[in-house]
């Protein structure tokens, strides 16, 4: 019976890694780790020969089979990943992007790094804002909007004469 179980769980962990859902993968790896170590009484080095055999170079590590083993003998007996805890991901709010909006009008010279300190916001989130969503690109140190209208563009251009 437990050898046909076994063959069971390594086939069907077979068929989840020839998919694409990874999530599945872990909690099917977990739990032949699982079968192995509490029903059939094997060692980590005993799973992980075995998960190498069956499924090649998908196989979890040495160190991953004997972590979850080490799990499962403190007597937590999940499959299934816990949640990860950790910075919140941030949201992009209209507030943010007018307050952003705000200074590269008050500047355009500013740096984004000088503008994620200013609002204690994530530097990746200043790019992200300045790019995506107020379509603004640095331009010979200044920053600008991506596409000027023709009333901007003549603007610009008699600005830049002016200057020469």
């Known amino acids: 019976m437990c050898r046909i179980a076994s063959i069971f769980l390594l ?10 859902v990874r999530d599945f993968n872990n909690m099917y790896t977990r739990a032949v780790i699982k ?15 075995i998960l190498t055999e069956t499924l090649g170079e998908h ?3 040495f160190a991953t089979a004997q972590n979850w083993v080490a799990q499962f003998k ?17 949201v992009t709010t ?4 007018y307050q952003i909006h ?12 000088s503008i994620a300190e200013q609002l ?11 790019h995506e969503d107020l379509d603004v690109r640095k331009f010979s140190a200044k ?10 563009i003549r603007q610009r251009c008699q600005a830049s004469e002016q200057n020469f």
């Open 35 to 49: 079968f192995f170590s509490f029903l059939q009484g094997k060692t980590p080095k005993e799973i992980h020969a």
């Open 74 to 90: 403190r007597g937590d007996f999940s499959t299934c990943d816990a949640p990860h805890l950790g910075q919140l991901k941030t």
């Open 143 to 152: 920053l600008v909007l991506k596409c000027l209208n023709a009333v901007q």
């Open 59 to 61: 196989a979890s590590s």
């Open 120 to 130: 204690g916001i994530s530097h990746e989130r200043v790019l992200s804002i300045i």
């Open 94 to 97: 209209p507030e943010i992007i």
């Open 11 to 20: 086939q069907r962990l077979k068929v989840s890694m020839s998919g694409d």
């Open 102 to 113: 705000e200074l590269i009008l008050e500047d355009r010279r500013i740096s984004a790094k």
